[in-house]
């Protein structure tokens, strides 16, 4: 092994900021997501929002990638992105993802894996014109994860369309992009404790309801 390798070995953080008990948590998971999210928020963590979002492709590899969650609405949580992107190819394949939040101010993780819906055109609509200006062109010029000659031509397609639109910030959604909305059947709640021996809470659905259960770190 070399010094390199025993220096990245050594890189060790104990955890003693929290704790988390049967007692403490909601009997909804998407509750206490949001009771965990709006302490996020408050803690000042850096793009609480941000999350890793798994797909498995129709070749069976996977593949993740940070996204934002946009919303969490009672049936899941709510992200945008190009339908025509890998990951939109991937849960077209197959509609079963994993998410992942880490919070490392709050020493916290949450698991979530459900099955993807779409949101509906309108409620696409009207975060696509929520957006910035800019952020609306981009989504309109770049084809997402599919190859591209070099950076120019995404610059120049970006400065045909402000010149198409200039003086006019109606920019259309483009029908390859919109929103997802994960439905949930798992949740982990993850709290770092001292001496790795960290909280672990499990919701899994079990028809209609939730059952709460410990597993070990």
């Not at 609509?125 to 120019?152: M, T, V």
């Not at 031509?153 to 259309?172: A, M, T």
């Amino acid at each position: 092994m070399s010094i390199q390798h025993k220096d990245i070995a050594a890189i060790r953080q104990d955890y003693v900021l929290g704790s988390l008990s049967e007692s403490d948590v909601d009997h909804d998971p998407v509750h206490q997501f949001k009771k965990w999210f709006d302490e996020a928020i408050h803690s000042e963590v850096i793009e609480p929002n941000a999350m890793v979002l798994s797909t498995v492709s129709s070749h069976q590899l996977p593949s993740s990638r940070v996204v934002l969650l946009k919303d969490i609405i009672a049936e899941g949580l709510v992200f945008f992105t190009n339908y025509e992107s890998r990951k939109g190819e991937d849960m077209k394949a197959n509609p079963h993802v994993a998410l992942l939040f880490f919070w490392p101010e709050l020493q916290r993780q949450v698991r979530i894996e459900g099955v993807i819906d779409f949101v509906s055109e309108t409620d696409s609509d009207e975060y696509f014109q929520s957006r910035p200006k800019a952020s609306r062109i981009g989504a309109l010029a770049s084809p997402q994860s599919h190859e591209i000659p070099n950076r120019s031509f995404l610059e120049n397609r970006v400065e045909e369309l402000e010149n198409q639109y200039i003086g006019n910030d109606s920019v259309p959604r483009p029908p390859h992009w919109g929103g997802y909305l994960l439905k949930p059947i798992y949740f982990e709640f993850w709290q770092g404790r001292a001496s790795r021996l960290h909280d672990r809470m499990v919701y899994k659905k079990v028809s209609d309801s939730w059952k709460i259960t410990r597993i070990a770190p």
